[in-house]
């Protein structure tokens, strides 16, 4: 399973961006879907994760302003990032881990100017 991982870019303060991260196949055996970030300098952290149940939960640095989705159709997931700070500035990865083993995509910068 490949993930590509894309939406990034440079955007002002306040502004909004979603990212999508596409499976080139079907994936079974879900457990959780995920976005990490990495900001240069810092360790990779969690943002969002999306259960198969539709549950989800959110580091609190973004909870209110960030929201995770999917489109099973499309097998894409989705991070949709609003009210964004210079903070959010930082790669942003996705991730499905699944029964079989984890997947992980090649991360999409985003670049916030105050």
């Known amino acids: 399973v490949q993930l590509q991982a894309c939406g990034g870019g440079l955007v002002r303060a306040w502004g909004s961006l979603r990212l999508s991260c596409a499976a080139s196949?079907?994936?079974?055996?879900?457990?959780?879907m995920r976005w990490y970030r990495q900001a240069p300098g810092k360790e990779r952290e969690w943002v969002a994760a999306?259960?198969?149940?539709?549950?989800?939960n959110y580091a609190d640095f973004v909870k209110g302003r960030f929201n995770i989705s999917r489109d099973r159709a499309k097998k894409t997931v989705y991070l949709q990032m609003n009210s964004l700070e210079s903070r959010d500035t930082a790669v942003y990865y996705c991730n499905i881990d699944t029964v079989y083993g984890n997947n992980w995509g090649q991360g999409t910068l985003v670049t916030v100017s105050s």
């Open positions: 999306l259960m198969p149940n539709g549950s989800n």
């Open positions: 196949t079907r994936i079974i055996g879900i457990k959780a």
